[in-house]
């Protein structure tokens, strides 16, 4: 088991082994935020925020509204492609990229999306820059391309 925690420690995870390989994201946002990815499915991820486990599988978990001690920047693709938004569709592909409230690491991103609400196959994103270098030895660097802007 791997445990890792934001800078101030109050959130924390527990993944069951390393991630495949690590991801630099360069999309729009996870270029910004600097984030290193290691993709888990829900069911494998632990996460403690504050002192009270919250399974990634909860519903709350991936609802619009973030646990007390998140705070989240939801990407918007219609924005981001400069497209008219639809009324009421939350487009598709939108994540809530988490942060923790008091000392502001990028800590997850997570499917908002009414379908991925709990949904337990659902990929969930952790920073893998809120592990131990020790624990990542030997995993896979990958860096995915990027709009470049
Ligand atoms: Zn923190
Ligand atoms: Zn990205």
Known sequence: MITSACHCGRVRFAVPAPPPFRNECRCT??????????????????????????????????????????????????????????????PRGNLAFARCVHCGCMTHWVGIMPDYAGDPRQRIGINTRLMSEVDLEGVEQKTSAGPLK
């Not at 499915?41 to 619009?64: L, M, N, Y």
């Open 29 to 90: 946002v996870c270029y910004k935020y600097g984030a290193n990815w290691g993709y888990y499915q829900k069911t494998d991820v632990a996460i403690t925020i504050d002192g009270h486990a919250t399974p990634a599988t909860d519903p709350a978990f991936s609802s619009t509204t973030p646990l007390p001690g998140l705070a989240y920047y939801v990407r918007d693709v219609e924005a981001e492609k400069s497209l008219p938004p639809t009324p009421g569709k939350v």
